[in-house]
Structure formats: structure tokens, C-alpha cells
């Protein structure tokens, strides 16, 4: 019957160790040295003088083995007054008579006797760390066997030749089999064909110590279906062993794998939506600004013709038909403008300066910034892979917000950038009318407007232009501001980007859009 070593050592350390009853010191030295008096006595017309030491010596022994060093020391202690006064020359006298030699040999037997008590006490404790450690090792394996039964996992042991050494009771309750007739090569017969090779070659060519190494495979199950594992392994080499274990844990992706196909999938069904709804805007916007232009036009002709002929609620009304007219106008071209944001921006990107663009943008809003007092000031600012004309447009709609929403106090304007943590952190400060906290996120979104037309121009398309811009190029956009405190407009966009900017789709930026949305 074959016993596992551990076992083995409980067994001897449970043979070696005496009875709880007979650990009394006192009464050990006492009953070890009335034994080795007796028996020396019995065996002393025999031996005469000869091996006085030898029955106490091991008294000594029994005494610190079975009770410990203080009744090892307490039985040297006695035995040599015993042994002095019943056994050496001459007899019945005391130290003072005794020869040289035979003081110096009792001395010895002292510290022989010492020595040998402490290192009797030094295995004791050696025991007792092993019996501890024995304890912690079966409590130990008895939690791997928990977790080895219980965990929802797949794991593995194996050699470099693929030939299972060990499996969890995963694979038995998956597979509906005996996990003897899986180890060693059984196992593999339960992996996918095409899979199969892929593993073997990993577990085999495979050379540094601790590599490790990710596998997507497919195992079937007892009712013959595959499902997708994803298996983690680690190389391991023991010292006193030429041969490399592979230890592996495989866990089931299948659910997992069929929602990431069929996000992917609806992905690119809503990127495709998204492209034809842009197309369509686009067209729509571009065939409507006709028929508006002729209704402003041709409005405005009647006007001017029969300006003297109408009363004044009916100039009012085609006045207001007119400014209907342009408004419109204004609103189809910023739709149009949203639509081709994202393509627009990941074409012909070169290398910008965005100080440039910055002072393009001022010279384009020129004529308010002269009307408005508007004072502007441009640091620094760094050079970044884009699209220019994009650019241009994120800056001029900024700029553009911060002139119109002013207050009484003439606009001050300022742009910096600084580099923060591998991205290029971009502010417009400005002075004006601030905006409250609860909105900071809803200005960004499309056609949402904080304030009347008869307060302020616009189609609410700006900053949802601008937001569109910045996720093209995977960064962000936010407003910090306060009512009556000014606004600062902060975009990110990442500083390696003229290295490594992989241009959105319009799929990728739907997604994008809508994984930044639920974050």
C-alpha cells in the first residue's frame, strides 16, 4: 500500500511522542534515576568499578526525551552525588575522597550529560515545528482540494508534450467523464481539431522559465458542443527535475465571446445607420438651402417693392419671414457642418500648428471682436496631427461662444495648452456670463439651447460640432464655469497622436461616442 511521506512523518512523530501523563519532570528524573541505581546495583557484582556512568548516562537520555531538559538536568543533577557516593573508589565517601581522574570524569558525565539534555531539547522544538508545519501543509492542501473541486474554472497541469499530469473535477463534470481516462493524452481528444495543434505548439516551444502564454480554445462538451476557453498557462522547471510542467487555468468566454460578436456586429449596423443618416442630413441640408434662399430672396423683393403699400403688422410679418428664412439657412448649414465633422476631420490630416490655427480663427471673428471690445490672448501652443480646416472650426465655434455669451464687462479671452500625463490639455478662459453647473454636460448636445433666439443667435449646434471633433481624435471636451464667474472650455488630445492616431470610421466614432457617454 503505498502511503504518501507525509503520513509517513505524522505516523513516526506520533510514535516518538510520549503520553501527556508521563510529561512531569520531576516525576521522569525521579523514576529514570531509581532505574539506572537499581539496575547498577543488580549488575554491580559483575561490573565492579567498571562502567559506573553508563545506566545514568542513560537515565540522562530517557529523562530529557520523555520530559523535557529541565528533568534531563534535574537527573544529571542527582545522579552524580549517586554515583559518587554508591559506585566510585572508595565507596560511601563523598567528593573530597575521590581520585583526580575519577573527579574529572564525573565532571565530564556533567557536561556530556549537559550537552547531550540541550540537544535532545533542541529536536523537541524541531518536532514540534515540524508537527506545526504538517498541520498548516494539511490545511493547505485540504483548501486546494476545496478550490480544485469547487472553482467554475478549468485547471490543468502539463508536461511540454501536452500529456495531462493533472485536471480539476471541472473537466470531468464538463466532459461527463472519468478524469482517469483524461489524463495524460485523453484530454486532448476533448479540445477542438483546429485548436489542438495551436496548444500543443505553445506548451512546446515555450523555453524561458516563468513564460506564460494566452490561448483561445474550443473544448466540447458531454453533449458534444464547443464552447470557447480562454486558457492562461505558466512554465515551470523544478530544481530536482529535468522535465517542465505547464500550469494552466481555462475559463469560459463563450457567452462573453457571443456578446462581443454581437456588439461588434450592431456596431457596424449602427455605424452604417449613422453614415446613411449623415449622407442623407447632408443632402437634405444642401437641397433645402435653395428653396430658402428664393423664399428670402423673393420676400425680401416684395418688401422693397411694396413697402409703401403695406401697414406695419404686415411688414412686421415678412420681416420676420425673412428672418425665419436666414435663420434657417444658418441652422441647415451648421447640420450640414455636424455631418461631415468626423469624416472631415480624420482626412488629409497633416501636421498643425495650433497657434495658427488660433490667430485664423481670431482674424475670422474680427468684425464682433471689434464690435464686441474683445481682447484675446494666445499662449504657446503645440503642433498636432489633424485635419486644419477641423481645427479651425473647434476654435472658431470656442471663441465664437465666449464673444456672444459676454457680459457687461468688455470680453477677455485666453488660450493656453499644457501636457498632462501623455496628452495635450487645451483651455479658453473667458469673463463672461458663466454657465450653471447643471448644464455643463447639455450644452454639448445637439440643437440644446440655454437661451432664447431673441436673446442670442445660434442653432445649438457649436459646442455638439466641437464634441464630435475632439472624440474623432479619442479626446475629450468639458466646461468648468460658474453663472457671473466666465466659462473655461478645456479639450484633450493625446501628444503621441501624430505617431500613433488611428483615424476614427464613422462606425468606430458612434462607439466611441457612446462608450464615452456611459462612462
Not at 406695419?312 to 448649414?333: H, P, T, W, Y
Not at 478645456?490 to 500613433?500: G, N, V
Amino acid at each position: 500500500m503505498y502511503i504518501l511521506p507525509r503520513e509517513v512523518l505524522r505516523i513516526t512523530l506520533k510514535r516518538v511522542q510520549p503520553p501527556t501523563a508521563l510529561k512531569n519532570p520531576i516525576l521522569i528524573a525521579t523514576a529514570a534515576l531509581a532505574i539506572a541505581t537499581l539496575a547498577r546495583l543488580v549488575l554491580d557484582p559483575l561490573l565492579k568499578t567498571y562502567g559506573p556512568y553508563l545506566f545514568f548516562a542513560i537515565a540522562v537520555v530517557i529523562a530529557a526525551l520523555y520530559a523535557g531538559k529541565w528533568a534531563g538536568i534535574a537527573t544529571i543533577l542527582l545522579s552524580i552525588p549517586i554515583c559518587d557516593y554508591l559506585f566510585i573508589e572508595p565507596r560511601h565517601t563523598w567528593f573530597i575522597h575521590d581520585a583526580p581522574a575519577d573527579s574529572i570524569m564525573l565532571a565530564l558525565f556533567g557536561v556530556l550529560g549537559g550537552l547531550t539534555t540541550l540537544i535532545i531539547d533542541k529536536l523537541h522544538g524541531s518536532r514540534k515545528r515540524l508537527e506545526q508545519s504538517l498541520l498548516d501543509l494539511q490545511r493547505t492542501e485540504s483548501q486546494l482540494e476545496m478550490i480544485d473541486a469547487n472553482v467554475p474554472e478549468a485547471i490543468f497541469t502539463a508536461g511540454e508534450a501536452g500529456l495531462a499530469e493533472h485536471l480539476n473535477s471541472f473537466f470531468g463534470k464538463y466532459t461527463g467523464r472519468d478524469l482517469h481516462t483524461l489524463i495524460g493524452a485523453g484530454w486532448l481528444d476533448w479540445i477542438h481539431p483546429d485548436d489542438r495543434d495551436s496548444l500543443l505548439l505553445e506548451l512546446s516551444s515555450r523555453q524561458k522559465e516563468t513564460e506564460q502564454f494566452e490561448i483561445v480554445i474550443r473544448l466540447r462538451r458531454s453533449d458534444g458542443m464547443y464552447r470557447a476557453f480562454k486558457c492562461h498557462a505558466m512554465r515551470k522547471q523544478f530544481p530536482d527535475e529535468n522535465t517542465t510542467t505547464w500550469f494552466g487555468v481555462c475559463s469560459d468566454i463563450q457567452n462573453e465571446k457571443a456578446l462581443t460578436e454581437a456588439l461588434e456586429s450592431r456596431t457596424q449596423e449602427l455605424g452604417r445607420l449613422n453614415e446613411s443618416l449623415e449622407r442623407f442630413a447632408y443632402a437634405a441640408s444642401h437641397d433645402l438651402q435653395e428653396p430658402l434662399r428664393t423664399i428670402g430672396a423673393m420676400t425680401e423683393l416684395f418688401l422693397s417693392r411694396n413697402r409703401a403699400d403695406l401697414d406695419s403688422d404686415s411688414s412686421e410679418i415678412l420681416a420676420s419671414v425673412v428672418k425665419g428664412a436666414d435663420r434657417m439657412k444658418r441652422l441647415i448649414r451648421d447640420i450640414m457642418e455636424l455631418a461631415r465633422t468626423v469624416n472631415s476631420v480624420t482626412e488629409n490630416a497633416v501636421d498643425v500648428d495650433m497657434r495658427a490655427i488660433a490667430e485664423s480663427a481670431i482674424a475670422n471673428l474680427r468684425q464682433a471682436i471689434n464690435e464686441s471690445g474683445s481682447s484675446i490672448d494666445v499662449d504657446a501652443l503645440p503642433t498636432i496631427r489633424a485635419n486644419e480646416s477641423a481645427m479651425l472650426r473647434l476654435f472658431q465655434n470656442l471663441i465664437a461662444n465666449a464673444i456672444k455669451y459676454r457680459s457687461e464687462r468688455h470680453p477677455e479671452v485666453h488660450i493656453s495648452a499644457v501636457l498632462r500625463n501623455d496628452e495635450y490639455v487645451f483651455s479658453i478662459r473667458d469673463n463672461g456670463i458663466g454657465i450653471d453647473p447643471q448644464y455643463r454636460d447639455k450644452i454639448f448636445e445637439p440643437f440644446r439651447r440655454l437661451h432664447g433666439h431673441s436673446q442670442y443667435e445660434g442653432s445649438g449646434l457649436g459646442l455638439a460640432t466641437c464634441r464630435r471633433i475632439i472624440r474623432a481624435l479619442n479626446g475629450r471636451i468639458w466646461v468648468e464655469s460658474n453663472p457671473g464667474e466666465g466659462s473655461t472650455f478645456f479639450f484633450t488630445i493625446p501628444k503621441r497622436i501624430s505617431e500613433d492616431f488611428t483615424p476614427l470610421t464613422s462606425a468606430n466614432a458612434l462607439h466611441a461616442t457612446s462608450q464615452q457617454e456611459l462612462a
